[in-house]
C-alpha cells in the first residue's frame, strides 16, 4: 500500500511540478496564523487588507504549521503550542506579546443571575467550554479543578469564538472564554487568585518567504502600536 | 486521446491521492488501539445510532414526500421539489444556523416548545439525529422519487383490480418494486449521515458521548492526537466504501 | 348480472361518449382503431378512470353515478381485468401472482395459494412453471397466469384488453381456444377489447364499434359483417367468417357446403375470406380455384369506389368489385353469378 501511495505521489508531484510559480508581488502581503481570540486585535492593529489572517484554535494553528502551510507569522494563545513549533525547529525563537485572563461569559443583562464559578455547576444552566485540546478549554478545566466545581457542558466547542457565540446567540447560558471574547455578551469576573492567566507567544515562521515583513508584522505587534490596540481590547501587557 | 487521457488520469490522482495519503499515514501498527479508546469507541457507537436514526427518520418522512413528488401534481411542485433537495448543495455550516433558527432556544419554534418532550433539540443527541437527517434527507427522497417514477403506475393498477386497497397497494407492489431504488437512496443518505460535520458541530455542538460523532472526534483529535484521528478516518473510510461497494456492486464487477 | 354503462369520459381532443350494455350469456367484443378510446372504456369500467358524466350499474349495484355523486374504487369493484402485456407482478411467482387477489380479498396464505394452484392447472400452467418469476416465462404463458390471476377473483365482470395482443403468432391459436373455453366458462359478464377482428370474431359473441369516442355500430359478428357501416368496419371487419369443421384440406360448414383449404388442420376451425379475394363471373370459371360456386347476388352497395356484392348461396358470401367490374357483369339489378375463391387466400383458424 505504502509503495502504491508512494508511486501516486510521485506521480502527481510530476503532473503539477511543470508549472512556473507566479512572480512576487513588490509589497508582499504576510499571511499571519493567530489564536481565535485574537481577531479583533489583530483586525485593528494591520487591517485585513494588509495581511491574510487565518485564525484557528491554538492547536490547529500548530497542526497547520507542522503540515507546512504557507505562513509567514504565527501567533498562539498559549505557551504549550509555540513550544512545539520551537521544538519542531519551525519557528524562530518567539516572543510574548500580551495576557489574557479568563472570565464567565453571561446572556446580556445575567438574566439566569450567575455570581461565580461555582453557579456553573448548576443543573439549569447551560454551560459550554472550549474542548481540552484547546488553550482556553485546559485553562477552564484548570480554573474549575482548582475551585473544586463539577461542571456538566452542553458542549466541549473546537474553538474558543465557537464557545462565546453559544452564548451571544442565547444557545447557552454561560461559558468560560477568555476575557477578552465575551464581545457582546455580559461577563462575570473570575477572581485572581481561581484565574488563569495566558500567554501569547508570537514568532517568526522560518519558512517565510518574506521574512522582512513578517519581522516588521511582529515589531508592530510588540511596539507601541500594538501594545495600545491589546489593551483597547482587554488584554494584559505582558 | 492523449488530450483527454492526461485531465482524466489527475482527475483520477485528485479523488484517489487523498485516500493514499490517509492510508499512508494510518498507525497501522496501533490501529486497533487508537480505534479501541473510549473516546473513539463513544464517537464510534454514537455515529452509528444517529447514522441509523436519521435514516430512520429520513425513510418515515422521506418515502412518502417521494411519493408525493412523483405522483401528486400539485401547484408549485417543482419548487418544493427544489427546496427539498437544496440541503444537497448548501453548505451543511448553513444547515446548522438554519436549525439553530427554528429550535434553538431563540428560536421560532424552539421559543415556544423549548420546553415539551422531546426537546430541547440543540446539543443533544435528538440534535444530532435532526441534522444528519437534515442534510441526508434529500438523497433518500431524489432516489426514491426517481424510483417511483420509473414505476410503472399500471402494476398498481392491476393490484387495484384484483381488490387491493391503497395500502396493500404500496406495501405488495410499490414498495417492491422501488427497493432497489430506495436501498440505494437509504445507502446514500446513511452514509451522508454518517459523515456529517458542519450541520452537527453547528447545531449540536460537541460533547463526547452525547454529541462528538465520527467527524466530529476526527477534527477535535486532529489538534492533540492526530493518530487517533487518521485511526478514525480509516474507520470512516471503510465503511464508506463498503456502501459504495453493496451499491455498485456491479459497476466494479463489469466492466 | 347484466353491465348497463352510459360512460362520458374527456379525452382531449374528443370525448369518449359510449353506451354499452351487456348480458353474462354473451361474449362482447370492443373493437376500433388505436386511440378510439377503447382501453379508456375498460378502465372507467374497472374503475381506473373517473367519469366525467355517466352512470354504470352491474348487476343491481351501482359502480358509477356522476350524477349522484357516487364512485366505487377499483378495488372494491367485482371486476377483474387481463392486461394487454399481462401486467404481472414482476417481483411474484407465477403462483403468487394468482393468488394476489385471493390474498387481497382477505383469503389466508395457505388457501390462497392452493386455490391459485388450481386456476393455473385449469388454465394450463403446471406446477414448473407455476414457481416462475413472469420474466421467466414466454408471452403465452404469461398471459395465460393473467388469465388466471383475474377468473381467480370470481368476477362478476371480466375485461380482457387486448388479450393476444402481445402473444406471437405460433402461440396465439391455443391461447384464443384456451380464452374461447374459459370465456365460456365462466357466468360473469365478459368484455374483450380488441383492434383485431380476428380475435373478435373468434371470441365474441356481439360487436360494439367505436371510432373517436363514438359507438359507430353495434350487432351480432353476421350484422356488421355483411353491413359494414364505416371505411374502418368494412376494412377490418368486414370480412367473411365460416364456421366448420376442418378435415384434410377441407372445411365442412353448417349448412353442409364445404370449402377447400389450405393446410392440414382438423377439428373446429373457422376462416375468414377477405372480400377482394373473392371473384365474381357470369360464367363457371375456369381455371386454378378450387372453390366455385352459383349464387344470387342478393345487395350490392357502393362504398369509397368499391362496390360490395352480397352474394347468396351456398355458402353466402361478400365480394368487393371494382365498379366496372360491376357494371361487366350486370350486377345492379341482381341476378346469377358465380363465386369463386383460391384455396390459398383461405385463413384457416382453429376455433
Not at chain 1, 512576487?24 to 492593529?45: C, G, H
Not at chain 3, 365460456?184 to 359478464?189: D, L, P
Request: net charge positive; hydrophobic share 50%; with cysteine.
Amino acid at each position: 500500500m505504502r509503495r502504491a501511495a508512494a508511486v501516486l505521489l510521485a506521480g502527481a508531484a510530476a503532473a503539477t511540478g511543470c508549472g512556473g510559480s507566479p512572480p512576487a508581488p513588490r509589497t508582499a502581503t504576510i499571511t499571519v496564523l493567530a489564536a481565535a481570540s485574537l481577531t479583533e486585535a489583530f483586525d485593528d492593529l494591520v487591517p485585513a487588507a494588509h495581511a491574510r489572517y487565518s485564525f484557528a484554535g491554538s492547536q490547529q494553528l500548530v497542526a497547520q504549521v507542522t503540515a507546512g502551510a504557507p505562513a509567514d507569522v504565527v501567533a498562539t494563545a498559549d505557551a504549550g503550542s509555540m513550544a512545539q513549533l520551537v521544538q519542531a525547529g519551525l519557528v524562530d525563537p518567539p516572543r510574548d506579546f500580551a495576557r489574557n485572563r479568563l472570565a464567565i461569559a453571561v446572556e446580556p443583562g445575567n438574566p439566569r443571575r450567575v455570581q461565580g464559578l461555582a453557579d456553573l455547576a448548576r443543573p439549569d444552566l447551560k454551560v459550554v467550554l472550549a474542548d481540552p485540546s484547546v488553550p482556553a478549554g485546559r485553562y477552564a478545566r484548570q480554573i474549575l479543578d482548582r475551585a473544586g466545581v463539577t461542571v456538566r457542558p452542553i458542549s466541549l466547542e473546537l474553538d474558543v469564538k465557537a464557545v462565546a457565540a453559544k452564548v451571544a446567540a442565547g444557545e447557552a447560558d454561560a461559558a468560560i472564554v477568555y476575557a477578552t471574547d465575551v464581545g457582546r455578551a455580559g461577563s462575570v469576573a473570575i477572581p485572581d487568585d481561581a484565574n488563569v492567566v495566558a500567554t501569547y507567544p508570537v514568532a517568526v515562521v522560518k519558512a517565510t518567504t518574506h521574512r522582512a515583513e513578517a519581522q516588521a508584522f511582529v515589531d508592530r505587534l510588540l511596539g507601541p502600536a500594538g501594545r495600545a490596540v491589546l489593551a483597547a481590547r482587554g488584554f494584559l501587557a505582558p | 486521446m492523449k488530450r483527454v487521457a492526461v485531465p482524466a488520469a489527475l482527475g483520477v490522482a485528485l479523488m484517489v491521492l487523498p485516500l493514499a495519503g490517509l492510508l499512508q499515514h494510518a498507525p497501522w501498527s496501533n490501529l486497533w488501539t487508537e480505534l479501541a479508546s473510549d473516546q473513539g469507541l463513544a464517537a464510534l457507537r454514537l455515529s452509528l445510532v444517529c447514522s441509523l436514526g436519521a435514516l430512520g427518520v429520513a425513510l418515515v418522512l422521506g418515502v412518502p414526500l417521494a411519493w408525493v413528488l412523483a405522483r401528486v401534481p400539485f401547484p408549485g411542485r417543482a419548487l418544493v421539489r427544489a427546496l427539498v433537495t437544496l440541503p444537497m448543495v448548501l453548505p451543511p455550516v448553513v444547515g446548522g444556523v438554519g436549525l439553530l433558527g427554528v429550535f434553538g432556544r431563540r428560536g421560532f419554534l424552539g421559543r415556544h416548545f423549548g420546553s415539551w418532550p422531546g426537546f430541547p433539540l440543540p446539543f443533544t443527541t435528538r440534535g444530532v439525529v435532526l441534522a444528519q437527517a437534515f442534510v441526508a434527507m434529500p438523497f433518500l427522497v431524489v432516489a426514491a422519487e426517481a424510483g417511483l417514477r420509473q414505476l410503472d403506475a399500471r402494476y398498481e393498477d392491476a393490484a387495484a383490480t384484483l381488490g387491493a386497497g391503497p395500502w396493500r397497494r404500496f406495501r405488495t407492489v410499490t414498495l417492491p418494486l422501488v427497493a432497489p431504488s430506495l436501498a440505494a437512496g437509504a445507502a446514500l443518505c446513511w452514509a451522508r449521515a454518517l459523515g456529517e460535520f458542519g450541520a452537527t458541530i453547528t447545531f449540536a455542538g460537541s460533547l463526547p458521548g452525547r454529541t462528538r460523532t465520527l467527524p466530529t472526534a476526527i477534527y477535535a483529535d486532529l489538534q492533540t492526537r492526530p493518530d487517533a484521528a487518521v485511526a478514525l478516518s480509516v474507520v470512516l473510510l471503510g465503511m464508506s466504501l463498503a456502501v459504495l461497494v453493496a451499491l455498485r456492486g456491479r459497476w466494479l464487477g463489469a466492466r | 348480472m347484466s353491465l348497463s354503462a352510459d360512460i362520458g369520459v374527456r379525452l382531449g381532443p374528443f370525448n369518449l361518449d359510449v353506451a354499452l350494455h351487456a348480458s353474462p350469456d354473451e361474449v362482447v367484443a370492443v373493437v376500433g382503431p388505436n386511440g378510439a378510446g377503447k382501453s379508456t372504456l375498460l378502465r372507467a369500467l374497472a374503475g381506473l378512470v373517473r367519469l366525467d358524466r355517466g352512470r354504470t350499474v352491474l348487476g343491481g349495484a351501482v359502480l358509477d353515478d356522476v350524477a349522484a355523486g357516487a364512485w366505487l374504487p377499483p378495488d372494491r369493484r367485482p371486476v377483474a381485468v387481463v392486461f394487454q402485456d399481462g401486467l404481472l407482478f414482476p417481483h411474484l411467482s407465477a403462483l403468487d401472482n394468482v393468488a394476489y387477489g385471493l390474498r387481497a380479498r382477505s383469503g389466508g396464505r395457505a388457501e390462497s395459494r392452493r386455490r391459485a394452484g388450481a386456476w393455473l392447472e385449469r388454465v394450463g400452467v403446471d406446477a414448473g412453471h407455476a414457481a416462475r418469476r413472469p420474466a421467466q416465462l414466454s408471452g403465452g404463458l404469461a398471459q395465460r397466469v393473467a388469465l388466471a390471476r383475474a377468473l381467480a377473483t370470481e368476477p362478476a365482470m371480466l375485461l380482457l384488453d387486448e388479450p393476444l395482443s402481445a402473444v406471437d403468432i405460433g402461440a396465439k391459436a391455443q391461447l384464443r381456444r384456451l380464452l374461447r373455453e374459459q370465456l365460456a366458462g365462466t357466468r360473469a359478464v365478459r368484455l374483450v377489447v380488441t383492434h383485431d377482428p380476428v380475435d373478435a370474431m373468434a371470441l365474441a359473441d356481439r360487436l360494439v364499434v367505436i371510432e373517436a369516442g363514438r359507438v359507430t355500430q353495434r350487432g351480432t359478428i353476421a350484422e356488421v359483417t355483411t353491413q359494414p357501416r364505416s371505411a374502418w368496419v368494412a376494412q377490418l371487419v368486414g370480412l367473411n367468417l365460416f364456421r366448420g369443421r376442418a378435415e384434410a384440406g377441407r372445411l365442412v360448414l353448417s349448412d353442409g357446403s364445404a370449402l377447400t383449404v389450405a393446410g392440414d388442420l382438423r377439428g373446429p376451425a373457422f376462416a375468414l375470406v377477405h372480400p377482394r379475394a373473392v371473384t365474381l363471373h357470369r360464367a363457371r370459371p375456369e381455371g386454378s380455384a378450387r372453390n366455385a360456386w352459383a349464387g344470387e347476388a342478393a345487395g350490392v352497395h357502393l362504398e369509397g369506389g368499391r362496390v360490395r356484392v352480397q352474394v347468396a348461396g351456398a355458402p353466402s358470401i361478400v365480394a368487393e368489385v371494382t365498379p366496372a367490374a360491376a357494371a361487366d357483369l350486370h350486377l345492379a339489378a341482381g341476378g346469377p353469378v358465380w363465386v369463386s375463391v383460391k384455396a390459398t387466400e383461405i385463413d384457416l383458424y382453429p376455433v
